[in-house]
């Protein structure tokens, strides 16, 4: 029962370690993955200088967190993708494009969210 519950720990620490390696490959290889890495960190500090409040932040971390888990499931598409077919398909080319723009409309609602959140703290900044 102990040895058991013991190998589950191990496992469990196991995928944690799986799915940071697979954080940390996707930075490493892919520059869409550093640019919404670097894109999420000016977010939290401009989220930081205008103190914005606790729903604010509670949306903020969701679209960030979104835009970065998205990015991560295209990447495995592509790869998986590259896997199956080197050569040219037009469900190879389908799976990408669609994955791509899954990752576009919530960039573009990203944005306008991002807009309606800080655009009334530019504002008040700005007043006085
Ligand atoms: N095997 C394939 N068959 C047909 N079209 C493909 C294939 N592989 C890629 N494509 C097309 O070429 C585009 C570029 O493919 P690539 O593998 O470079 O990924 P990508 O979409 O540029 O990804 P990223 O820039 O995020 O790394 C794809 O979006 C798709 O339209």
């Given at each position: ?5 013991k190998?589950?720990?191990i ?12 954080i ?51 990447t ?29 409309i ?11 959140v800080f ?10």
């Amino acid at each position: 029962m102990g040895s058991h519950g013991k190998r589950k720990a191990i496992s469990l620490l196991d995928s944690f370690s799986f799915a940071i390696n697979g954080i940390r490959i996707a930075l490493l290889t892919e520059r869409n993955m550093r640019i919404h890495l670097f894109s999420s960190v000016i977010v939290i500090g401009s989220s930081i200088f205008f103190s914005i409040s606790t729903i604010e932040w509670l949306i903020v971390l969701i679209v960030i967190g979104g835009m970065l888990a998205l990015e991560l499931v295209n990447t495995a598409i592509e790869r998986v993708v590259d896997l199956v077919t080197e050569e040219f398909h037009p469900f190879a080319k389908q799976a990408k494009d669609m994955a791509a723009g899954a990752v576009f409309i919530y960039a573009i609602i990203s944005v306008v969210i991002g807009m309606i959140v800080f655009w009334p703290h530019i504002l008040k900044l700005l007043s006085f």
